[in-house]
């Protein structure tokens, strides 16, 4: 169909009886709604309406086009309210991929909640560490660590993301505590493989003071829950998300070590494509999620406070042990 303003025109002007009640109802002008038609017309190739200076009469070709055509458009203005409506509130499917440290120990608890606050949206969460393309993956949002590679994402901070080195007591009682970076050369470090096929390096302490020590250990893994594994088993020393980490610290499964060199903060963002046109579901989740997880302690709290219950008065995590020398 070449022309669906004209056949909209032509409906309308049908309903209201003339060009200028057509032209009200659809917001343009008489002239507009009259061009419309007579393109239609010339497309069909017949007169559809007898235009008067008093009123407007559908010709026999007219009257049966108005009738297959109304129906239809009756049909489209309904789907679209629909959609529209759908639009402003929260249902359908929602797919989100998210960061697996973060999602497992802050996400996964806030979705039964977010459900039963929305229970018609359908959410599918991917736990990844992967930098995920959003748009080839299907995804409506993203939280993740970093900065967006995509420039049309808006994105909205979620928290800082600082980093500790910790180990399991087992591992701190065999091997010593490291009482300052260089120690970390005499240690078992878990090294995580970054995206380029390269460990990536500790980098420890705050903003330009930050140092990197030359650092060796027996185990790499691409993923941070696995290192984190290891070391709760008492494989070595693993530099990990502050947030991922505590309620390890609080059972006593890890201790955090050189609580005073917690690295600079790298940051969580939840990102998704565009303000303009937003699904209502994907802002719900989103506002969910921020209204939730820029409240939380343990990602609003300085770092410093949060190590100070499980580090002694000398500065170091738990007993000394013994030093490696």
């Not at 049908?14 to 017309?41: C, D, H, I």
């Not at 660590?145 to 909205?156: I, K, L, P, S």
Request: charge should be positive.
């Amino acid at each position: 169909m070449k022309s669906i303003r004209g056949v909209v025109g032509f409906v309308r002007a049908v309903e209201a009886g003339s060009f200028a009640g057509a032209a009200k109802k659809l917001g343009v002008t008489p002239v507009a709604v009259s061009k419309n038609v007579q393109r239609l017309e010339r497309q069909l190739g017949v007169r559809l309406l007898q235009r008067s200076t008093r009123k407007l009469s559908l010709t026999q070709e007219g009257r049966a086009y108005y009738e297959r055509c109304c129906g239809p458009l009756r049909e489209l203005e309904n789907a679209q309210s629909v959609i529209a409506e759908r639009g402003k509130s929260p249902t359908g499917a929602l797919k989100v991929t998210c960061l697996s440290p973060f999602g497992r120990v802050y996400v996964l608890p806030l979705i039964p909640d977010f459900s039963r606050r929305y229970p018609a949206i359908e959410l599918e969460l991917h736990l990844d560490d992967a930098v995920t393309d959003m748009i080839a993956g299907g995804f409506d949002v993203g939280i993740r660590a970093g900065e967006a590679r995509d420039g049309t994402m808006v994105m909205r901070e979620v928290a800082p993301l600082h980093f500790v080195v910790c180990g399991a007591p087992s591992y701190l009682a065999e091997r010593g505590i490291p009482l300052s970076v260089s120690d970390l050369s005499r240690h078992n470090c878990l090294r995580l493989r970054g995206r380029d096929s390269q460990p990536v390096p500790w980098r420890l302490g705050p903003g330009h003071l930050s140092e990197a020590p030359p650092i060796t250990g027996n185990f790499l893994a691409n993923d941070i829950p696995a290192l984190v594994t290891a070391a709760v088993h008492g494989q070595g020393l693993v530099f990990a998300p502050l947030p991922f980490v505590l309620p390890l610290f609080r059972t006593g499964a890890l201790r955090p070590v050189l609580p005073e060199s917690v690295s600079q903060p790298a940051r969580i963002f939840i990102h998704y494509a565009s303000r303009k046109h937003l699904a209502a579901r994907v802002k719900a989740f989103v506002n969910f999620m921020l209204e939730h997880l820029r409240g939380h302690p343990d990602l609003i709290s300085d770092p410093q406070n949060l190590l100070a219950p499980f580090v002694n008065p000398r500065g170091s995590a738990g007993a000394p042990g013994k030093r490696i020398v």
